[in-house]
């Protein structure tokens, strides 16, 4: 945060400082106005420019980006997430996105149902992800899906699947 308020800072002195310079008649009219810089002066303009094309074009920039880069690592849609859940987000991306849309993975899937929409819960993703999922099953059929498509059994096992349902069920409708 303090890194945005002298981000902030600087460029308000920069405008008032332009403003200043066109009260005076622009660059001619304010050096007209002042005497002839000494090598002294002209050095400390030199160092300051320097310091500042470097604290406020570099630094600054690449603070905030490092600093938004582990933020957003961290939590998704306002949610902080475990490892387990990191994890969760993780495989889904790579087993899950290419089929179902779900914001919080930044997934834009057009075969599968949408999850943010349906917003399922643990069990149901985890029923899905073990059983797989078929169209026109039969009722009470442990292949019964919401989707059109067909999912295939066992897509990620075990302690996986659980982090991708846990994931899933907590961001699924949330951004």
Known sequence: MLAVLIFIAFWVVLGVGLFFIAARGGVSGAAAK??????????????????????????????IL?????????????????????????????????C???????????????????????SLVLHTINNGCLPNAP???PQQCLGEGVMPANVVTGRDAQDVANFVALVAGSE
């Open 66 to 98: 490092i600093g938004n880069r582990d933020n957003a690592n961290k939590q998704i849609g306002g949610y902080k997430l475990t490892a387990a859940e990191k994890s969760g987000r993780l495989l889904f991306g790579n087993h899950c996105a290419v």
């Open 139 to 141: 009722s009470g059929s």
């Open 34 to 63: 002042r005497r002839a810089p000494s090598r002294g002066s002209n050095r400390f303009v030199g160092v300051v420019f320097t310091f500042m094309v470097v604290a406020f074009g570099i630094a600054i920039p690449a603070a």
């Open 100 to 122: 179902h849309t779900l914001a919080g993975a930044n997934a834009i899937g057009k075969v599968g149902p949408n999850l943010d929409t349906i917003k399922p819960a643990a």
